[in-house]
């Protein structure tokens, strides 16, 4: 049964950094891309970054682009987000997404506030 699991949201201050990691079971990460996307109240998901499944080439959201990274443990089954020098426009819940198998993990809160 493949399954995403994300944790590592919370709430922090402006400038702040957090890292979020999205656990998966049910399938070899090594063969699939992954991607992070995000969703504020209101508003509709976004994309934030994604990994590659071959050469582990990333992209991102021209919003996060110079600071949040991402990056994947394939012994661990773990993908990371990175998020550095948060803003307060940054609070969403976190998604992770393996588009391979339509699956998202269940969303972890960050919020970015003084």
């Known amino acids: 049964q493949v399954q995403l699991v994300e944790s590592g949201g919370g709430l922090v201050q402006p400038g702040g950094s957090l890292r979020l990691s999205c656990v998966a079971s049910?399938?070899?990460?090594?063969?699939?891309?992954i991607a992070w996307f995000r969703q504020a109240p209101g508003k509709e998901r976004e994309g934030v970054s994604c990994?590659?499944?071959?050469?582990?080439?990333?992209a991102y959201a021209d919003s996060v682009k110079g600071r949040f990274t991402i990056s994947r443990d394939n012994a661990m089954s773990t993908v990371y987000l990175q998020m550095a020098s948060l803003k307060p426009e940054d609070t969403a819940v976190y998604y992770c997404?393996?588009?391979?198998?339509?699956?998202w993990g269940q969303g972890t809160q960050v919020t970015v506030s003084s």
């Open positions: 049910g399938f070899t990460l090594n063969f699939y891309a």
């Open positions: 997404y393996a588009p391979t198998f339509g699956r």
């Open positions: 990994i590659s499944s071959s050469d582990d080439s990333t």
